[in-house]
């Protein structure tokens, strides 16, 4: 079946700690994406990559940071700079540079601080 | 970043009855995308929009892209219990060569039934 996995569905971190969110996608889509999710408001772009070992930086990339070392992998790290990490993180892929390609979704991982 | 501004924010309706909602820009859009996100999970796409004008139905679902780039809406026929959820535009910037897309802050749907 091809799709975008995330995983783990629910991740828990504690002050001063460094994680990891992982996106795998096996659709041979060029470009991916990281969103962050909060209650009521539309989806914030973190990072995104068009193409194997090159990202750039979206609207709020502070206290984040990712790697596109494979086409089908792209990490996110939330690191501890990042002070209000707990949210719904969302990946994302699409075919191409092209304009006319939509972006599809994997399931998420909810982020919680202990 | 861009904002699109979505309507209504949230609605409860009755079964069987008829869904509109809408999003607006200040910018022009190539894409219009429209998704529908149950809780805890990730937004799944119901309705892609490319050419200004055009109007494509998946279903009971209709969506139009506005003719001045502008804006979309996406219209829902004779609700269902299962149509329950936040349903979220997106867009693409008119000569957006960064790949990026904007989305609205969802409509949230109650149907009850």
């Known amino acids: 079946d091809g799709g975008i996995t995330q995983s783990p569905k629910y991740l828990f971190r504690k002050e001063g700690q460094n994680v990891t969110l992982s996106c795998e996608q096996n659709?041979?889509?060029?470009?991916m994406y990281w969103y962050r999710q909060d209650p009521g408001q539309g989806l914030r772009l973190i990072y995104y990559?068009?193409?194997?070992?090159?990202?750039q930086k979206g609207d709020i990339a502070e206290g984040y940071s990712v790697s596109r070392e494979k086409k089908e992998s792209f990490p996110l790290t939330v690191t501890s700079a990042q002070k209000n990490p707990t949210a719904f993180y969302l990946c994302?892929?699409?075919?191409?540079?092209?304009?006319?390609?939509?972006?599809?979704f994997g399931d998420g991982t909810r982020l919680s601080i202990l | 970043g861009q904002q699109l501004n979505q309507s209504p924010q949230s609605m409860f309706i009755q079964e069987g009855e008829d869904v509109s909602m809408n999003c607006t820009s200040s910018?022009?859009?190539?894409?219009w995308l429209w998704y529908k996100q149950d809780p805890g999970e990730g937004p799944v796409l119901l309705i892609a929009?490319?050419?200004?004008?055009e109007l494509t139905s998946n279903g009971r679902l209709t969506a139009q892209f506005g003719i001045t780039r502008k804006d979309s809406f996406l219209n829902i026929s004779a609700s269902i219990p299962s149509d329950v959820g936040i349903y979220f535009c997106?867009?693409?910037?008119?000569?957006?060569?960064?790949?990026?897309?904007?989305f609205g802050t969802g409509t949230s749907l109650t149907v009850i039934p």
């Open positions: 910018s022009i859009f190539n894409t």
């Open positions: 994302a892929s699409k075919r191409s540079r092209a304009a006319n390609q939509p972006q599809h």
């Open positions: 659709l041979n889509h060029d470009a």
């Open positions: 990559s068009q193409i194997v070992n090159d990202f």
């Open positions: 997106a867009g693409q910037l008119f000569g957006n060569t960064g790949n990026q897309f904007y």
């Open positions: 929009l490319y050419k200004a004008g």
